[in-house]
C-alpha cells in the first residue's frame, strides 16, 4: 500500500511557475512508475508527466519544455515542475503510482489531488 499526498497547488498569473509536490508513505525506489495526470473542468483526465524508477521520462506535448517531472527517492517524494504556465493548464493535478506486486500484476495509486489555477 502507498498513500500519495501531493501539495503545492495555488492561483498563479500566465507566465508563472509552480512546483508541485507528491509525498508518498513509503520508499519510492522499488516503484517502478510515478506520474502525474490532471483534469480540468468538463475535460478527461490527462497524463501530463511520467517518470519510471530507471530515470526515463515522458511528458504531454502540451507542457513539453515547460514542465519537468522528478522524483527524489531519498524524500520518497516526485516533483512537477511547472514553468511558464497557461490558462489552459489549470486543472486538478493527481499524483499516479504504479507498483508491481511481484506476482505479476501492477497496483494503481492516486493522491487526492492539488488544484492549479492559472489566471490571464
Known amino acids: 500500500q502507498v498513500q500519495l499526498v501531493e501539495s503545492g497547488g495555488d492561483l498563479v498569473q500566465a507566465g508563472g511557475s509552480l512546483r508541485l509536490s507528491c509525498a508518498a508513505s513509503?520508499?519510492?525506489?522499488?516503484?517502478?512508475?510515478m506520474d502525474w495526470y490532471r483534469q480540468a473542468p468538463g475535460k478527461q483526465r490527462e497524463l501530463v508527466a511520467t517518470?519510471?524508477?530507471?530515470?526515463?521520462?515522458n511528458y504531454a506535448d502540451s507542457v513539453k519544455g515547460r514542465f519537468t517531472i522528478s522524483r527524489d527517492n531519498a524524500k520518497n517524494t516526485v516533483y512537477l515542475q511547472m514553468n511558464s504556465l497557461k490558462p489552459e493548464d489549470t486543472a486538478v493535478y493527481s499524483c499516479?503510482?504504479?507498483?508491481?506486486?511481484?506476482?505479476?500484476?501492477?497496483?494503481?495509486?492516486w493522491g487526492q489531488g492539488t488544484q492549479v489555477t492559472v489566471s490571464s
Open positions: 513509503r520508499s519510492i525506489f522499488s516503484i517502478d512508475v
Open positions: 499516479h503510482a504504479l507498483v508491481n506486486t511481484g506476482l505479476g500484476a501492477y497496483n494503481h495509486y
Open positions: 517518470r519510471t524508477s530507471g530515470g526515463s521520462t
